[in-house]
């Protein structure tokens, strides 16, 4: 049952102009700091009510941030009509069916990545959002953050020249830490990589263009889940050949992609606070740019500033369903076809411990 906040805020005025007006299904961890404050603080935005499963929770998350309402049913905040469009920051497993009834309700929404545990889900949430006509964004929000847009700035200058090659790598112990939903394939739809190799590889989307002539490896290399937890993949991106892996049974830690040209090369790090670095020849430039205090707040801005008609956002159902069809392409050799419910029928996967 939904109940109204149990503190004096008072009712949610009718929007000014120029005003979208949020909710949010799953006020978890993510919501505190990297996406939650960013609805409120966005020019054009307020976050006007939450919803969580537990309703104290709610409540508490909705007292401390100043939240107006809060529900402990989705179907109550999606049908709240003060509610102008949904961020949907659920796990995975959950983002198809909300992402649905938020289409069906008429209301734009902003779903967390990874868009959803397979291509074929992805393809269900656009399917639903087309035919009402509706705009579907991704929270791939390094896309909208200035140390990537340097590195962005750096090769559309043409600062390396011509570019040559790509590569990525990703090494941590994360797997081999206690299981969570993450590593959890019916929640999550695979392991970490879904979780952390797709901020990589939509950067690669952003940065490059999207990647084609995708084939790819997954296998079990250690630790106590289930899931795949090693993966290497071959690409091309912006018209050359491009090499990532990462490594979750390991314990060294690693984080640099590389774009290589004619002229220099270009190194960042997908999560690590390390300078971005634009070398040539013997000269490097090495720029220290951090993250803002919440870290989603640029890309809702953008996604706020499309839904007005000011401006356009660059991480769109469109380009996350890229990123996901090159996961599933990595993917399919351990788990097989993605395009059921493989997650209920472990025993079928061919790259599973035997």
Same mark, same amino acid.
């Given at each position: 049952?939904?109940?109204?906040?149990?503190?004096?805020?008072?009712?949610?005025?009718?929007?000014?102009?120029?005003?979208?007006?949020?909710?949010?299904?799953?006020?978890?961890?993510?919501?505190?700091?990297?996406?939650?404050?960013?609805?409120?603080?966005?020019?054009?935005?307020?976050?006007?009510?939450?919803?969580?499963?537990?309703?104290?929770?709610?409540?508490?998350?909705?007292?401390?941030?100043?939240?107006?309402?809060?529900?402990?049913?989705?179907?109550?905040?999606?049908?709240?009509?003060?509610?102008?469009?949904?961020?949907?920051?659920?796990?995975?497993?959950?983002?198809?069916?909300?992402?649905?009834?938020?289409?069906?309700? $008429?209301?734009?929404?902003?779903?967390?990545?990874?868009?959803?545990?397979?291509?074929?889900?992805?393809?269900?949430?656009?399917?639903?959002?087309?035919?009402?006509?509706?705009?579907?964004?991704?929270?791939?929000?390094?896309?909208?953050?200035?140390?990537?847009?340097? +590195?962005?700035?750096?090769?559309?200058?043409?600062?390396?020249?011509?570019?040559?090659?790509?590569?990525?790598?990703?090494?941590?112990?994360?797997?081999?830490?206690?299981?969570?939903?993450?590593?959890?394939?019916?929640?999550?739809?695979?392991?970490?990589?879904?979780?952390? $190799?797709?901020?990589?590889?939509?950067?690669?989307?952003?940065?490059?263009?999207?990647?084609?002539?995708?084939?790819?490896?997954?296998?079990?290399?250690?630790?106590?889940?289930?899931?795949?937890?090693? +993966? +290497?993949?071959?690409?091309?991106?912006?018209?050359?050949?491009?090499?990532?892996?990462?490594?979750?049974?390991?314990?060294?830690?690693?984080?640099?992609?590389?774009?290589?040209?004619?002229?220099?090369?270009?190194?960042?790090?997908?999560?690590?606070?390390?300078?971005?670095?634009?070398?040539?020849?013997?000269?490097?430039?090495?720029?220290?740019?951090?993250?803002?205090?919440?870290?989603?707040?640029?890309?809702?801005?953008?996604?706020?500033?499309?839904?007005?008609?000011?401006?356009?956002?660059?991480?769109?159902?469109?380009?996350?369903?890229?990123?996901?069809?090159?996961?599933?392409?990595?993917?399919?050799?351990?788990?097989?076809?993605?395009?059921?419910?493989?997650?209920?029928?472990?025993?079928?996967?061919?790259?599973?411990?035997?």
């Amino acid at each position: 049952m939904s109940h109204p906040a149990p503190f004096p805020f008072p009712a949610s005025p009718r929007p000014e102009p120029g005003t979208v007006r949020w909710g949010i299904l799953g006020c978890g961890d993510v919501t505190e700091v990297k996406s939650g404050p960013g609805f409120r603080l966005a020019a054009g935005s307020r976050l006007v009510a939450v919803m969580r499963r537990n309703g104290a929770l709610a409540a508490d998350y909705a007292r401390r941030h100043g939240v107006p309402r809060w529900y402990d049913q989705a179907e109550a905040l999606i049908a709240d009509p003060e509610v102008d469009a949904v961020y949907i920051a659920t796990p995975p497993d959950s983002h198809e069916s909300y992402a649905r009834q938020v289409a069906a309700a $008429g209301k734009p929404a902003y779903v967390e990545k990874p868009m959803a545990r397979s291509v074929a889900e992805c393809d269900r949430m656009i399917a639903a959002f087309a035919a009402r006509g509706l705009p579907l964004y991704v929270a791939y929000y390094r896309r909208a953050l200035p140390r990537f847009r340097q +590195v962005k700035r750096w090769l559309d200058e043409g600062a390396i020249g011509r570019i040559t090659g790509v590569d990525c790598h990703l090494a941590s112990p994360a797997h081999r830490a206690a299981p969570g939903w993450r590593t959890d394939v019916r929640t999550a739809g695979a392991g970490l990589f879904l979780d952390l $190799g797709s901020h990589a590889l939509d950067l690669l989307d952003f940065l490059l263009g999207p990647p084609t002539d995708v084939s790819g490896r997954a296998r079990h290399a250690g630790g106590p889940q289930e899931a795949e937890d090693s +993966v +290497v993949l071959h690409f091309t991106a912006g018209g050359v050949d491009g090499v990532a892996s990462w490594n979750f049974a390991t314990d060294a830690a690693r984080d640099i992609c590389r774009i290589s040209g004619t002229e220099g090369c270009v190194e960042y790090s997908v999560f690590d606070a390390a300078p971005v670095r634009l070398t040539r020849g013997r000269e490097t430039q090495a720029l220290e740019i951090p993250h803002p205090p919440h870290v989603q707040q640029p890309l809702i801005q953008t996604v706020v500033d499309e839904l007005l008609g000011w401006g356009t956002c660059p991480s769109t159902a469109q380009s996350a369903r890229r990123t996901s069809a090159v996961m599933d392409a990595a993917l399919t050799s351990f788990y097989g076809d993605r395009s059921g419910d493989f997650w209920a029928h472990p025993g079928a996967w061919p790259g599973r411990r035997r």
